[in-house]
């Protein structure tokens, strides 16, 4: 079982540190995270000793449901203004409120002015609760595993629909039907199938334009189960490659080969990136790999920590991340391979079951 209160004792602790007395956590992926519920509208306050959902009356019977460690106000004016009397109140006021600062627009920060009282002052925090989900405890990797097997069975179903005069959004047709059918929940993003000059984009998503007699095709596709997301890529190709995008494959798949040996507990993002970027520098190819390595993955498919270039961030044991690395030569074509991996106690776990050899059609 999830120990939501320890998540949310966490919380509180940094908190504390910080002088604040309370937070508002308005995005729901967090508020989901500490208190375990999954409605997509409300706010969790977080006090030094009381946690409250507020929430609204469509979500009356799940919240009693979900909400651990929280008391459950089901409000019949807005929750934020129930947010705001709860922090006026005079038993437990609150003088600093600090706020999730990326995730709350200005026009929501200025009706909060407005609704809470002229002593109480709001303080911008930063992603004190993606920090925390950066490490996965034992549950969630489970389920994590779990969305990352679901997902990487459809690559044999995408590669069973790809043929030359086929729309790219029929193969992810196929692909996301195949997906509700075992079981998914829905897609972690809108699938990528990005054929022939498609594939040098990096996020081209499927078109009705049709897949070409030859070239590369990228497939870049997730599912979501139980909450957490999962997230791979694999390019086939379509028809006999020349030599010279056999070679580009070749590369990118020594890139990501090296970038897997670089993860482990007390490497830097920075350095994982670096180790798929100098192999593709030393192909003359790295001017074409223009984003950066990986992405933390789990309730959403892009956390922290960033695998990208000069990142200090440490990776630890526990850890959930995406490495990517692709080369995408305009007018020619693209190649991405993206496996998902764990950070272990010695190294990394490669959780995504699949071949990177290249698969021809
Ligand atoms: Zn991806
Ligand atoms: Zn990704």
Redesign the pocket.
Known sequence: MTDFRARQQQIAYVLADSGRDAFLVTHMPNARYLCGFTGSSGLLVVGPRRRTLITDGRYTGQARQEVQGANVVIAKVAALAAAAALLSDNRHSALRVAIEAEHMTVAVRSRLRKLLPKKTSIQDLSSVVERARMKKDAQELKLVRNAVVLGAKLLDTAVAAIRPGVAEAAVAAELEYAARRAGAQEMSFPTIVAAGPHSAMPHWRASARPIPRRGFVVL?FGVILAGYCS?M?RTVHVGKPTAEMRSLYDVVRQAQEAALEAVRPGATVGEVDEAARSVLRRARLDKYFTHST??G?GLE??ELPRIARGEKQVLEPGMVI?I?PGVYVPGRGGVRI?DMVAVTASGCEILTPATKDLITL
């Open positions: 870049d997230d890529t990986g992405h993955v498919i892009h995406t990517e993206e």
